[in-house]
């Protein structure tokens, strides 16, 4: 038996709270209700020895390209490297 999500309105979340969520699930990535986040900030934590593969893979401004052309909703990264590259 297929099971339905709740809605956003079905959430009682606030109206700050249900905008953001909305543009995440439906005006990026897959755009169904669904969210897909690149997870950059496992590579970083375990060392640059992840990167030695695809040495490219260590510049974020890669990975934003990458999660934009792979149709991601975010990705996920430190909140320092965040603050760094992207604010």
Same mark, same amino acid.
Do not use: S, T
């Given at each position: 038996m297929m099971q339905t999500r709740p809605s956003l309105n079905?959430? !009682?979340l606030s109206a700050g709270k249900k905008a953001r969520?909305?543009?995440i699930l439906f005006?990026? !990535?897959l755009r169904n209700g669904t969210a897909l986040f690149l997870p950059y900030d496992q590579g970083l934590e375990h060392g640059?020895?992840?990167f030695f593969a695809n040495p490219v893979a260590s510049d974020p401004a890669y990975v934003m390209k990458l999660a934009i052309a792979g149709e991601f909703? !975010?990705?996920a990264i430190q909140i320092g490297l965040a603050e760094k590259f992207f604010w």
């Open positions: 079905e959430l !009682g969520l909305h543009r005006d990026h !990535g640059p020895r992840d909703n !975010g990705v």
